[in-house]
């Protein structure tokens, strides 16, 4: 059994370098993310996941929340933002899920960006969605 600070590696191009200690992306994480194959991996592994548990592969509600976040002083501050409401200066996350919690879309606003605004942005999924429901939404 692997412990969870073992070191993984990652093939890329038949070069190999070890992932155990942060920095910046590898170049095959940008190349994957680039011509949008980890977006197709993702929408493929969830389809199957859906289509296994017996619902059609693409959901027709989900479930939307935001979550503020605390960026350190070497975060940009234009991508910081004070949510006044949680009191915290940094990012927010705004999470869509399908009603099983398989991901669906993530957006990253700054925490200043009112949820109300920032609904829609994530709401923007695979699909054609015929409900989102959020906590504290008003009509």
């Known amino acids: ?27 095959c994480f940008r190349t994957w993310n680039a011509d ?5 991996l993702h929408n493929s592994l ?3 996941i859906r289509h296994a ?4 592969a693409e959901p027709s509600a989900a479930i939307l929340d935001s979550q503020s976040v605390r960026a350190a002083e070497t975060v940009a501050t234009g991508s ?4 006044a409401g949680k009191k915290v200066n940094g990012r927010k ?10 991901l669906l879309v993530v957006v ?21 969605l015929h409900g989102v429901l959020s906590p504290g939404a008003t009509a």
């Open 36 to 40: 949008g194959a980890l977006t197709r």
């Open 80 to 83: 910081r933002g004070y949510d």
């Open 46 to 48: 969830r389809e199957q």
């Open 53 to 56: 548990e017996g619902r059609h």
């Open 108 to 128: 990253i606003t700054s925490a200043g960006v009112q949820d109300r605004h920032g609904r829609p942005a994530a709401a923007v999924g695979p699909g054609q």
């Open 93 to 102: 996350r705004h999470i869509v899920v399908d009603t099983t919690g398989l």
């Open 1 to 27: 059994m692997q412990s969870a600070t073992s070191t993984t590696t990652v093939a890329c191009g038949g070069r190999c370098r070890s992932t155990s200690r942060p920095g910046p992306p590898s170049p």
